[in-house]
């Protein structure tokens, strides 16, 4: 695969997401709105620090999920 090819294939799927979390933001679900973040985040702190990202974002949807949980309930 070529590089252009890998490049519009990750724009279109980094589009994906951006309209998939717009639309649970617009939905109010805050449990998976939280894990969302939350591994967002977590895969760009762990990344910016040197550490897998893969990892950071397993632990940021960990805790975003559980935050936004916790949310849902008390809202």
């Known amino acids: 695969m070529s590089y252009a090819m890998r490049r519009t294939r990750s724009r279109m799927l980094a589009g994906i997401a951006g309209v998939s979390m717009l639309g649970l933001v617009l939905a109010s679900c805050g449990t998976l709105v939280g894990a969302g973040v939350g591994a967002g985040s977590g895969a ?26 916790i949310y849902d309930i008390t809202r």
């Open 44 to 69: 760009a702190i762990s990344a910016g620090t040197g550490h897998s990202p893969a990892k950071g974002a397993l632990i940021g949807a960990g805790v975003g999920g559980a935050a936004g949980a």
